[in-house]
Nanobody, 115 residues
Framework: QVQLVESGGGLVQPGGSLRLSCAMS????????MAWYRQAPGKQRELVAA???????TYADSVKGRFTISRDNARNTVYLQMNSLKPEDTAVYYC?????????WGQGTQVTVSS
């Protein structure tokens, strides 16, 4: 059974940066396109960024140019570098595979952007 453990969130001022990590276990990480999702209070979960097994990346328009997704197949880990953070980036961030069927969600990591 796949397990996902997210970390790296916190409270940051607008314009600040955070780096999120997600460790995956229970399957062969390198086989899967991976993604970061986020869910803000009262909103649906949305896909923020994805990285294919070969390294190709895609981003939601709202984060393009500010966020960078990457992966380390040797460490079974996917990262999300978030720069120039805005209050509207406040959400719980989750990782999962990019394509259905998704795995069970981890606990997520809270990102709060506020002065």
């Amino acid at each position: 059974q796949v397990q996902l453990v997210e970390s790296g969130g916190g409270l940051v001022q607008p314009g600040g940066s955070l780096r999120l990590s997600c460790a995956m276990s229970g399957s062969r990480f390198s086989d899967y396109a991976m993604a970061w999702y986020r869910q803000a209070p009262g909103k649906q979960r949305e896909l923020v960024a994805a990285v294919l097994s070969g390294g190709t990346t895609t981003y939601a328009d709202s984060v393009k140019g500010r966020f960078t997704i990457s992966r380390d197949n040797a460490r079974n880990t996917v990262y999300l570098q978030m720069n120039s953070l805005k209050p509207e980036d406040t959400a719980v961030y989750y990782c999962n595979r990019k394509n259905s069927p998704l795995w069970s969600w981890g606990q997520g990591t809270q990102v709060t952007v506020s002065s």
